[in-house]
């Protein structure tokens, strides 16, 4: 499979507990983004980056999220203290370097849920 | 991020109709419009996109429009079937992509 790929797919974990999700774009994609969504919402735009740099973290991003793409390949999105509200789906995407105009890949998601 | 209006949140049409979804926006510096269709529990998935050089785009039986000067594009699904029944998601771009809350499209058969 050459697609978007996001481990795990679910995630059960207890409050203030923290977690870790890992992202594996396509290959030869330098953008990266994460999005979470609720349930009845589109997906909301959390941080993006461009190789390893994260170049922006929506204000939705918290102090107790943090992304990182050390190599520019695969990422992973940590979360501290996890709180009920933090229950999402939480969505990966890729795209080439190639102008704006490229479509974004999604990955399957990884569901969390906050006990 | 930006704001995409889109309606109407839910709809219901008889199978062979036709559906509309319209999203409007105010960022004037986004140039791609893509459409996503997102059935439950798995990801969304591209269905069609317009650029903004184009007015309209032809996919089989669904088609997009795009009005930059009123900031407002729409998709329009004719001959609809069960299997189209779905959330589809409007969205723009500049770097990121900004969606609209999503439309919930029962098809009745």
């Known amino acids: 499979d050459t697609g978007v790929s996001q481990n795990p797919r679910h995630k059960i974990t207890k409050r203030g507990q923290n977690v870790t999700f890992r992202c594996d774009p396509i290959?030869?994609?330098?953008?990266l983004y994460w999005y979470r969504q609720t349930l009845g919402q589109g997906p909301e735009f959390l941080t993006y980056f461009q190789n390893e740099a994260q170049l922006e973290k929506s204000r939705l991003l918290s102090d107790r999220f943090s992304a990182e793409r050390p190599k520019g390949s695969f990422s992973t999105l940590e979360i501290q203290r996890t709180e009920q509200g933090d229950s999402a789906m939480y969505l990966c995407?890729?795209?080439?370097?190639?102008?704006?105009?490229?479509?974004?890949?999604f990955g399957q998601g990884t569901r969390l849920t906050v006990v | 991020g930006e704001n995409v209006e889109q309606h109407p949140s839910t709809l219901s049409v008889q199978e062979g109709d036709s559906a509309v979804i319209k999203c409007t926006y105010s960022?004037?510096?986004?140039?791609?419009f893509p459409w996503y269709k997102q059935e439950l529990g798995k990801r969304p998935q591209l269905i069609i996109d317009?650029?903004?050089?184009?007015g309209e785009k032809k996919d089989q039986r669904i088609a997009v429009t795009l009005n930059k000067t009123a900031k407002h594009f729409s998709l329009h699904i004719t001959e609809t079937q069960p299997e189209d029944s779905a959330v589809y998601f409007c969205a723009l771009r500049d770097y990121k992509l900004s969606f609209g809350a999503g439309t919930t499209v029962t098809v009745r058969a």
């Open positions: 317009i650029r903004s050089n184009v």
């Open positions: 995407a890729s795209s080439p370097q190639a102008g704006l105009d490229t479509e974004a890949f």
């Open positions: 290959s030869e994609h330098n953008r």
């Open positions: 960022d004037s510096a986004s140039n791609y």
